[in-house]
């Protein structure tokens, strides 16, 4: 085993630079725990950045990937193959409505990117309207859409124009939508932009605006997406359907992948329109079938939507004196802090959780869905001891 410090040094010396890196070496999981190369423990409430809905190495998961690695682990999409189908079957089952035409990719990035060519080959348009505060991933495409300038400003130069209006702003979505809109771009609940749900009425009123203009509504459940917010997906709860989806994180169980999700009526796309060497892949659709099965058959979209109320009733019942705010739904949970939220983090994990920032001072937790609330009892605890 490479020694800490130098695997540290390795990572330094070789790594691309664009990460911010804890000094922590993070070497093997199991449920909702974490251990570090010393053998520390720490609660998970970043499920790898909303990867391990599942918790880490969920035995669904490990008997899925290792049969199948067994099998076969690539096929590319020009051939049919037993898992890709099953697992398109299975993603038809849990969607709503008549989402049920699907492109498979490698990331959330991937997805909208994706996404946006579904919403420019449908709508024959090119205009697109996204959300302020918005993150849409950092691929070009996906770039354009997000509003943080950290992000976007160094390439500004190469990516398409859009729109961007007041997230949950109803009157300026109204306006900025026209004939000439091919997508409209929103997260269901904005993750990176500090933990803000899209309010019902707001999502009701883009599904209008979108019917009468003819655009695409592209509702991003990247994150929030399979059981995250305690429905499967989170526009579910505003009682709307949007043309196109875009998934991720918590599809495969931690494998990587992505997909794209439109609705029938919209029909396919044209041949050769698009494409993905490794998308569709019966590795990562094997772990797919078994996270989504999992989640379906132990109930874990509605416990998360019943510990995620009872969490948030207890954090905010803490009376946090450093805290402004505790937002979220389900187990996607921001606390909107005084000051910056850096110096809690490294708190939170010298108690022995690990939790992820929604930018500058918004602490974001994002457990994985088989937490217990014992286990939740334990990271409101830590908070407690951090923000007071």
């Given amino acids: 085993m490479i020694e800490t410090a130098s695997l540290f040094e390795l990572e330094n010396q070789h790594g691309s630079g664009v990460y911010g890196k804890r000094p922590t070496a993070l070497v093997r999981g199991e449920g909702v725990y974490a251990f570090d190369q010393l053998g520390n423990r720490y609660l998970d409430a970043t499920s790898g950045q909303g990867v391990a809905a599942l918790g880490h190495c969920h035995p669904a998961v490990i008997n899925a990937i290792s049969e199948q690695a067994a099998t076969l682990i690539t096929c590319h999409e020009s051939f049919y193959n037993d898992r890709r189908a099953a697992l398109y079957e299975l993603l038809a089952s849990v969607m709503p409505a008549d989402l049920n035409r699907f492109f498979l990719c490698n990331s959330g990035a991937e997805a909208n990117e994706g996404a946006l060519k579904v919403a420019k080959l449908l709508s024959g348009r090119a205009g697109i309207v996204a959300a302020k505060r918005s993150f849409h991933g950092r691929t070009a495409g996906a770039l354009s859409l997000t509003w943080t300038q950290k992000y976007r400003k160094p390439f500004q130069e190469w990516l398409p124009a859009v729109d961007y209006v007041a997230f949950n702003d109803i ?12 997508a409209v771009v929103v997260e269901a609940i904005q993750g990176e932009g500090g933990v803000h749900p899209a ?118 019942a803490l009376n946090l004196r450093s805290a402004r705010q ?63």
């Fill in 171 to 182: 009157e300026a979505a109204r306006q900025a939508i026209t004939e000439a809109t091919a």
């Fill in 199 to 316: 309010d019902d009425e707001y999502l009701q009123a883009l599904r209008e605006r979108c019917d009468q203009t003819g655009a695409m509504l592209i509702i991003d459940e990247i994150q929030t997406g399979f059981g995250r917010t305690g429905t499967w997906f989170g526009f579910e709860q505003a009682g709307i359907v949007p043309d196109i989806i875009s998934v991720g994180k918590a599809i495969a169980g931690g494998l990587p992948m992505g997909a794209v999700c439109w609705r029938e009526a919209h029909g396919p796309i044209g041949r050769a329109t698009h494409g993905s060497t490794f998308g569709g892949n019966p590795l990562a659709c094997a772990a797919a079938i078994a996270a989504i099965t999992t989640l379906r058959d132990e109930g874990l979209v509605e416990e998360a939507r019943s510990n995620g109320e009872w969490f948030i009733n207890e954090l905010t």
């Fill in 326 to 388: 505790v937002r979220g739904r389900g187990l996607m949970i921001g606390i909107e802090l005084r000051g910056r939220v850096t110096p809690a983090l490294k708190a939170l994990q010298d108690h022995g959780a690990l939790a992820l920032p929604a930018g500058l001072n918004t602490l974001r937790l994002l457990p994985p869905l088989i937490i217990n609330r014992e286990q939740l009892s334990f990271v409101a605890a830590a908070i407690k001891e951090v923000l007071g």
